[in-house]
């Protein structure tokens, strides 16, 4: 009976263990992808708390930040240089819009869920502009229809 109480403490230890580490997701941005020009892909992430996010461009001329009101509470606003790689850990559960600034009203935005969307509906109303409008409208309906 000791070495099987023994046995299922140890299993245990390794199923949390095994829970406990955190993803790494890479986003590249690009001038085109799947679909079409000026592009992050992935644009939806899904993550859970404390997920690290990588950007990537591997085009020139690109860089990401995130939209005003389209962060959970408590999370830190961020900005990446152009060309430059950032890497971020998201430990606020909600949706974070990001954006390309220059190519923002050519579409060129993401959205990543964080565990729970407690924020979507705030995110969702801030305005946008050009064909970031359209892009937001589809990915808020992935993000959200994915539970």
């Given at each position: 009976?000791?070495?099987t109480l023994t046995a299922l403490a140890l299993g245990a230890a390794v199923f949390?263990?095994?829970v406990a580490h955190a993803a790494e997701i890479e986003v590249?941005?690009?001038?085109?992808g799947a679909k079409g020009a000026m592009v992050f892909e992935p644009d939806l992430v899904i993550a859970a708390p404390g997920d690290t996010i990588r950007f990537v461009p591997t085009d020139k001329g690109h860089n990401v930040e995130t939209i005003a009101g389209m962060l959970p509470e408590g999370a830190e606003p961020f900005k990446?240089?152009?060309n430059k790689e950032l890497t971020i850990t998201l430990d606020a559960e909600?949706?974070?819009g990001v954006k390309c600034s220059p190519h923002y009203a050519m579409g060129?935005?993401?959205l990543i869920r964080v565990g729970n969307p407690a924020n979507a509906e705030e995110a969702k109303a801030v305005k946008q502009s050009g064909k970031a409008k359209a892009v937001f409208a589809e990915l808020f309906g992935q993000?959200?229809?994915a539970n």
């Open positions: 009976m000791g070495n949390v263990t095994g590249h941005m690009l001038n085109k990446g240089k152009y909600g949706v974070y060129m935005v993401a993000a959200l229809a």
